[in-house]
């Protein structure tokens, strides 16, 4: 069975992912790559297929959970961010084991305080605490068996208070579920497989970088030009 990829997109700008994309058909030729988006947002070049839901551009937190619940995949796959750059053959099955979900384990910035005061929103409830504490998994790379823990993370965030549905509901349904089952859940870890570019290490180097932010925007269409990949777009 190949390795499914799925991604998360809303808009019209398509570029983004459309490096993550081209990424993964050069890294992982055989892969099955799905896109989940509404309907107004454009199909990227080069995936397998697109998995249109309906979202809600005030609770992206929500949308894309119920996106990812409802995107028919079958067995394993990989769940990433769109301003990823896959850059080696991912193995979901040979990954997970027996564990029914993997978590990328925050790697970096563990001791930094956490800042609670995210896009308008206040959580004051993790004020003065490290961003480890707050949210040790990142959202930006996860494995799963089936899509069925991503209802029971669903339906987890729709129990949250309403600023989580706008931001930061994804990272704190992993982090619940990690602590009410941690026997399910393995580590993956972010040096690995959500590397920021300016934490590369040139000896083993990591399968999945991760240019989250604005500022490493620049740099991950220069990564990108930089392996040669063939763009799937003209």
């Not at 941690?182 to 972010?190: H, N, T, W």
């Not at 180097?205 to 500022?215: E, L």
Request: hydrophobic share 40%; net charge neutral.
């Amino acid at each position: 069975m190949t390795t499914s990829f799925v991604f998360f997109h809303v808009g019209q700008d398509v570029a983004i992912p459309e490096m993550l994309v081209s990424s993964i058909r050069w890294s992982n030729p055989d892969a099955t790559v799905i896109q989940c988006s509404d309907a107004e947002t454009p199909s990227v070049v080069g995936i397998s297929r697109k998995s249109v839901t309906i979202c809600d551009s005030e609770r992206l937190m929500t949308s894309r959970l119920n996106a990812f619940a409802n995107c028919e995949v079958d067995g394993e796959a990989a769940y990433l961010d769109t301003d990823m750059i896959v850059v080696k053959k991912i193995d979901v099955k040979q990954l997970l084991g027996s564990s029914i979900i993997g978590m990328c384990r925050r790697s970096f910035q563990r001791e930094h305080i956490f800042n609670y005061y995210q896009r308008d929103i206040y959580f004051n409830e993790y004020k003065n605490l490290k961003i480890d504490d707050v949210y040790p998994y990142l959202a930006c790379f996860t494995l799963t068996q089936n899509p069925k823990i991503w209802d029971i993370l669903h339906q987890s965030l729709l129990t949250m208070e309403e600023k989580f549905h706008r931001w930061y509901g994804d990272q704190e349904a992993l982090k619940l579920f990690a602590y009410r089952s941690p026997a399910d859940v393995i580590d993956l870890p972010e040096s690995t497989y959500g590397c920021l570019p300016e934490y590369i290490d040139g000896k083993a180097g990591p399968s999945v970088i991760h240019f989250k932010g604005g500022h490493r925007k620049q740099l991950m269409k220069k990564f990108y030009l930089s392996l040669k990949v063939q763009p799937l777009y003209i």
